[in-house]
């Protein structure tokens, strides 16, 4: 609805409100302070690029925890920008290994995770590893966890995290939520190799005090800045308590469900999120055939794994208004006849 | 009213069939045959980035045609990529001086132009510069041109070109038409120093045979891309002609009213775009009240100079579907009213 309503000008007093309490609300999302946090106009794949962009110089040490697709993304961002980048490897499914991470160079300048992997399933101790980071930057992947779990940014030591609008928050893409404390904003790079995305100039722009002056940078994408308050709107009048509850609920129905059926989760036990479901492909059968019988017969999309795994998971996402115990069993029923029928 | 639509899936057949209507209108409002030709998952500006990051090397020649804003964003961003920037300067409010340009080096790399400067409103001769380009590549920002005057990329010569969605197409800001030849192509950067907009990874995801494989590279603003699809699709139902007409009369209309109410127009005679008119502040008038008393009276935005011309000219936009006659007349009734009574 909120994509609907007439487009406001970028420079609009009206806009800056909106752009404003957008802010607002993807702080209290993210329990952090940081003045600098803003949806950066572009979807959540060029939040990684605009945290390494601003962070990374040449000959830099960056540690990467890489427990998925989206841990092998970082390495290959950061190395893009000159890091030494140190890929600390993990076996697919299972969350990251603080120990080894925090112990693979003295002294990083950066140390980079997923919070929550979307390739795989698996959310991953954040927290753990800002207390363990020492002088390092700690950068952490927010695009599947923010709104569908607690995050408390600032409690666990991130100076750098990025999302996506359209998982859990459960607006269109387009935006890429970001915020970077004061300590990590003092030692970015003047002048970085990506002008659209330079926290220098876009602070100007985007934050600020309200009513204070900002300046042009660029126009910004005002319709779905709307749709992104509205969407943090929605939440806050469900309340984030019940929010995070919901999806753990609908996530817990759906996993419990699935070994009920016999089949195997792919994520280690410990380490599954709610939000994101991941499922061995039984032998057998054709995990293709599976996904267009699911498709065809219920408008229901399930993903394939991705890389290797293309073909021997899948992976099932309950997230923002789509996290309810009903989906869950929904799916339940539909994967149930689609592994007889498909 | 597409921006209300369910969303799509980015991986979904009915998305990819919409990506690929959505380039083919683009091909057509461009006068291209550019396989790779698609709209960016940001705003304009990423364009800009994208056109330099994808084709410069430290080191190359480029020399930029500088006669407003936009071309002084281009030196920037070309720089930031280690370009060595001739720029070629010119009086605000005058086209480009084709044979000051293309003499400017004897053999750069790229030359790049501003088609339709919208922070002056002047349009210049890209068609000339191509004829006249040698060995070079042609660079053109088309963000103010597009929808609103004709373009023939292909037969200007022109190797890359972007464009913005929120101007003369009339659809909300957020997404970066691009084009680049096959020539330009061949000669890009391989890894440039920006994942997000790599067109060698862009080019398995959004483009290719319809209905061929494509390969996931980020989620696509899959809301955004419908709307600019409905966008391109008014436009044809209207007749790109007809378009360009409308625009032309609303222009010329808005002018020549305002030189019958004795302002003087800023951009030169002759190379007066018809979509973005500007005008000099009289004497004794303040700029930024007559631009507020417009706004609170008649929600009429109105934009101010940039830059050293911020309180020295007005800027004023008939594009897409608001370029009509009736709103020149609109805009020339609440300008004497507000030139009278602010």
Chains 1, 2 share one sequence.
Not at 98 to 122: D, F, K, L, Y
Not at 297 to 306: D, W
Not at 311 to 340: C, S, Y
Request: charged share 20%; proline share 4%; aromatic share 6%.
């Amino acid at each position: 609805m909120a994509l609907s309503l007439p487009l406001l000008g970028h420079l609009d007093p009206a806009f800056i409100d909106a752009m404003d309490a957008t802010s607002d609300m993807l702080r209290k999302v993210w329990g952090t302070q940081n003045q600098r946090t803003l949806p950066l106009s572009a979807t959540g794949s060029a939040g990684m690029e605009a945290a390494f962009v601003n962070t990374v110089r040449p000959g830099d040490v960056v540690v990467v925890a890489v427990n998925g697709l989206f841990g092998e993304r970082m390495v290959e961002v950061a190395s893009r920008h000159g890091a030494d980048v140190i890929a600390v490897e993990h076996e697919y499914g299972t969350p990251v290994d603080v120990e080894r991470v925090v112990t693979a160079h003295p002294n990083p300048q950066i140390i980079a995770a997923v919070h929550a992997e979307t390739s795989t399933g698996v959310v991953s101790n954040i927290q753990e590893l800002g207390a363990n980071k020492g002088d390092a930057l700690l950068l952490a992947d927010c695009v599947t966890s923010i709104g569908g779990m607690p995050i408390e940014l600032d409690a666990w030591g991130v100076d750098i995290a990025y999302a996506g609008s359209q998982k859990c928050l459960g607006v269109a893409p387009g935006l890429a939520p970001f915020t970077i404390s004061e300590r990590a904003y003092e030692r970015r790079v003047e002048r970085p190799a990506n002008w659209y995305l330079d926290l220098g100039l876009l602070g100007g722009y985007a934050t600020g005090s309200p009513g204070g002056q900002r300046t042009y940078h660029h126009t910004a994408p005002t319709g779905m800045v709307v749709s992104l308050k509205a969407g943090l709107e929605r939440i806050f009048a469900e309340g984030l308590d019940a929010v995070y509850t919901r999806h753990a609920d609908a996530g817990k129905t759906l996993q419990d469900g699935l070994e009920d059926m016999g089949l195997a989760l792919f994520a280690e036990q410990g380490s599954r999120l709610a939000q994101l479901t991941t499922v061995q492909v039984p032998d057998g059968i054709d995990s293709a055939a599976v996904r267009g019988y699911l498709m065809a017969k219920y408008n229901l999309e399930i993903g394939a794994g991705t890389g290797e795994y293309a073909a021997r998971i899948w992976r099932i996402g309950l997230m923002g208004p789509n996290a309810t115990e009903a989906n869950a069993h929904f799916v339940l029923a539909a994967l149930q006849d689609a592994l007889k029928n498909a």
